[in-house]
């Protein structure tokens, strides 16, 4: 891990993915994530394998002294582990044996994924079948549970890993849902109210605080990401769907850039298209730049490249090009700023 905050831009490598892969096979998924970024490997995750692969389910797994299990409508908190949460928890065990078969000596950056407290509470429902988020008290529990899961997790990656310097990130695409009072209820015709702006804050502050002195970054490929509140709460790097971005984004951008946080730009499509070239898909990040009158060669010191939502969807064959076109999109950005 890095020593102090001040290490962080320095940390993150040109390129990585956002975390899910299509198919099912750990050992190729691994390969996949390692091979294609050697810089900057993440943990791959694969829905495609069903319940307890998917991302609300795999964090579920993580909880401490929390369990959930699939019902019809989702998943929903329950007593006691049961084959739900023993199959997410083997999936993951797969998933990190491959890992540590591909990420041997590695040194430096290694990504890992999980769910964050907002989206998890908006997804997880009570006994009740409404979702956590609409009881507070759910929530902090919902949320220490999750710390504790993440605090285990990362240690066994770091002992899995040793030479890694972990990045957390948490994968919060409902979060904007979550501050605007736009989660649905379980009818389906209420939503559930707005959840207090400093209250959303502290608890991402308390959940990312997990990793000590590592880097923290948010992924949310939903639109309007909170860039200010999550610069606020102490995130290190935010990645998003670039191409959602809109001019009220910019100067929460430029701000954040200018405090040090890291932007993972997700610029490059998650389902099968033809793709342009490299310094085609980078060519928004240098407009950007140029509009906040931020100085290119601070380019390749802030912007780490990766496609614009997971890869679940995709093809195989699509999701091996669009990694490699991530690492050659970096570099056009790098070697050409301007």
């Known amino acids: 891990m890095n020593d102090s905050q001040n290490d962080r831009p320095f940390v993150f490598g040109p390129a990585t993915g956002v975390g899910s892969l299509p198919g099912g096979d750990a050992r190729e998924a691994a390969r996949t994530a390692t ?32 369990y959930a299990r699939v019902e019809p409508s989702g998943w929903r908190l329950g007593d006691r582990p049961g084959r739900d949460t023993r199959r997410a928890r083997s999936w993951l065990g797969e998933d990190l044996d491959a890992l540590e078969e591909f990420t041997q000596g590695h040194e430096g950056p290694l990504k890992v994924q999980a769910v964050g407290p907002w989206t998890l509470a908006a997804a997880l429902e009570l006994r009740n079948g409404e979702a956590v988020l609409s009881d507070p008290g759910a929530c902090r529990d919902l949320a220490a549970s999750l710390a504790e899961g993440l605090r285990l997790h990362l240690a066994e990656v770091r002992r899995r890993v040793p030479g ?77 769907d670039f191409s959602l971005l809109t001019e009220r984004d910019e100067d929460a951008i430029g701000e954040a850039v200018e405090a040090g946080t890291r932007l993972l730009a997700g610029v ?24 906040l009158g931020l100085r290119p060669g601070l380019l390749a010191e802030a912007v780490t490249i990766t496609p614009a939502c997971g890869l679940a969807g995709a093809s195989p064959a699509y999701a091996r090009r669009a990694l490699a076109h991530c690492v050659r999109a970096a570099r056009s950005l790098a070697d050409n700023p301007e």
Do not use: N
Not at 44 to 66: F, K, Q, S, Y
């Open 164 to 240: 890694a310097q972990l990045v957390l990130q948490l994968d919060e695409p409902s979060l904007t849902a979550v501050l605007r009072g736009h989660v649905r209820t379980a009818s389906g015709y209420r939503t559930h109210r707005a959840v207090d702006r400093q209250l959303v804050e502290g608890t991402l502050r308390d959940v990312a605080g997990v990793q000590e002195d590592g880097p923290v970054v948010v992924h949310s490929c939903a639109p309007d990401v909170p860039f200010a509140l999550l610069r606020r709460a102490g995130i290190t790097g935010i990645s998003f």
């Open 268 to 291: 490059v499509p998650g389902t099968d298209t033809p793709l342009s070239d490299p310094a085609g898909s980078v060519m928004g990040v240098r407009t950007l730049w140029r509009r």
């Open 35 to 66: 091979g294609s970024f050697e810089d900057f490997p993440f943990l791959p995750e694969l829905p495609a394998r069903g319940p307890g692969a998917d991302m609300i389910g795999r964090t579920a797994g993580l909880l401490v002294e929390t």
